[in-house]
């Protein structure tokens, strides 16, 4: 751990002065135990440091968390999180752990609460509440256009981290989504691969979203897997595995009505 405070300084001695190094820690101690659970009184403590690092178009972040039981075999201390990213002029890359979301979030999405500590009821281990993914990704946002890609492991949040990380990260997700906007609406698709020890899934999905004058919005999203003798458009096959998400927003001053219709199977 002491080794990654000591590059980030060494970063913020060879920058610039518009350089900027910043970070938080989020520190929980908790003293008891489950009813009728020994020992009555367990001493536990959960600790997540924070650190990024910005200079000009390059961010670096770390993260590192420990949770120390008087039950030896529930503690752990691990750097988690790790990530370098290029953002200039539209371009936007990212190395190690991410969050990202596809589309309406029907077929990936990416995500962390911020601040909040996650307590599995099976384990009884802390860690903090995310489910990220770790590898590449890639987007680029024109003036008309926008495409992003992205490969990495998907992390599986249920399993706490005293679990190894191969088991917890069993998923690779493979991924591209493009749109074109005119006019204040964006029409697009995203093709997934999502690719486990005992299996390999296709999905497409079909995207639409934009407004009408100053009061009217709409997103439309339908996603399908690709298998083979089932079409790819077919809602009415029990095997069919679709997602269906789709909203219309009105408002006017003060006023505002929202409408949702969703259709899910199998996804």
Known sequence: MRSFI????????????????????????????LPETDPNNLSTHYDQLNLRYRYKAINASVRYEHFLSQTNAKSYHKISQYQLQYRKNGLDIKIGNFNEILGNGLLLRAYEIPGS???????????????????????????????????????????????????????????????????????????????????????YSLLANGGFLSFFSYSFEFAHNLEDGISPFTIDNPSARYGLYSSINFSYGRFGMSFEYKDFQRM
């Open 6 to 33: 000591f590059y980030f300084l060494l970063l913020i001695a060879a920058g610039e002065l518009n350089a900027q190094l910043s970070g938080n820690n989020l520190l929980e101690y908790q003293l008891g135990n």
């Open 117 to 203: 500590v996650f307590e599995d009821e099976g384990y009884r281990v802390r860690y903090g509440f995310y489910k990220d993914i770790r590898g590449v990704s890639g987007k680029y946002h024109g003036k008309h256009v926008y495409i992003k890609a992205l490969r990495g492991n998907m992390l599986t949040n249920e399993l706490p981290p005293i679990i190894p990380e191969e088991d917890r990260r069993s998923d690779l997700v493979e991924a591209i989504e493009s749109g074109i906007s005119y006019y204040g609406q964006t029409l697009g698709f995203i093709l997934m691969r999502n690719t486990n020890s005992s299996i390999i899934d296709n999905f």
